[in-house]
């Protein structure tokens, strides 16, 4: 096993600044994983992106790209041309994060997402919430 940093020991006395949260909060914007993973296949545009992705706004899929962008994780190629293209595609750490965690997630869900769904239905029943009136 490496080295850990100075940084990597501050995390086990402070664990709010621990790099599991900072990977966590990849996935603290509901968009950003539908982002990722719609770009999984290779260069969109961001008209291309909204199509594939649908019910997002233009605003929040831009929101999403400068984020993902801004971590790494989504890269933005202009290209020189009129009228004017932009491209968006995962990093190799976007790939990364696809093909690794998030399609891990995935196959969690297919194995446990009716289980997931029964559990939060009958706590919103038990809650009262399905009661009418």
């Known amino acids: 096993m490496g080295r850990m ?9 402070l664990v709010a600044d621990c790099r599991i949260r900072a990977a966590t909060d990849l996935f ?5 994983p539908v982002v990722l993973a719609a770009l999984r296949l290779g ?18 899929l831009t929101e999403a790209l400068h984020r993902l962008c ?3 994780l ?9 009228p004017p293209r932009v491209e968006y595609t995962l ?7 696809v093909d ?19 559990a939060q239905e ?5 809650a009262g919430e399905g009661v009418v009136s």
């Open 122 to 126: 009958r706590r919103r029943l038990d």
């Open 91 to 97: 990093t190799s750490l976007g790939q990364s994060l």
């Open 43 to 60: 260069p969109r545009r961001r008209r291309e992106l909204r199509v594939a992705i649908g019910g997002i706004s233009d605003k929040v």
């Open 70 to 72: 801004g971590h790494g």
């Open 74 to 82: 989504v890269d933005r190629r202009a290209f020189a041309q009129a």
């Open 28 to 32: 603290a914007h509901t968009w950003d």
């Open 5 to 13: 940093s100075e940084r990597g020991r501050h995390c086990e006395e």
């Open 100 to 118: 690794g965690p998030m399609k891990a997630l995935g196959d969690w869900t297919l194995e446990h997402g009716d289980e997931l769904l029964d």
